[in-house]
């Protein structure tokens, strides 16, 4: 069963911090239904859509190759999952087994994403 406490939220919240530093980026970190780890991204100079929930099993698909976009999100993936992540789903036989799941948002439904200068 997917779960993700605070404690494990304040342990990898320095490495997604970096990412955020790193890429120049402004980022908030949650929690939804003790299942999840979200990044909700509010501004930044990488060119987003005003809001945008990404697929973060996809994201050269839907963001290209070696773009930055593409680069700053798989990193963001990377920290936000840590060495302890895990992931034993069998979609074939409906079981679903997991650490957490992780959701990336770009900017929010009433509060749109801000490009800032580069």
């Given at each position: ?5 605070q404690e ?111």
């Amino acid at each position: 069963m997917a779960y993700i406490s605070q404690e494990k939220k304040k342990e990898l919240a320095p490495a997604i911090k970096a990412v955020a530093k790193k890429f120049g980026m402004k980022v908030t970190i949650g929690i939804n239904n003790h299942s999840s780890l979200v990044v909700r991204v509010k501004e930044g100079p990488l060119q987003f859509g005003d809001y945008e929930q990404v697929n973060v099993y996809h994201v050269e698909k839907f963001y290209g190759t070696g773009t930055k976009q593409t680069a700053f999100l798989e990193e963001m993936v990377d920290a936000m999952k840590g060495a302890d992540w895990f992931c034993d789903d069998d979609a074939m036989t409906d079981y679903f087994h997991r650490s957490y799941y992780t959701d990336i948002h770009i900017g929010r439904w009433d509060t749109p994403y801000i490009q800032t200068a580069a």
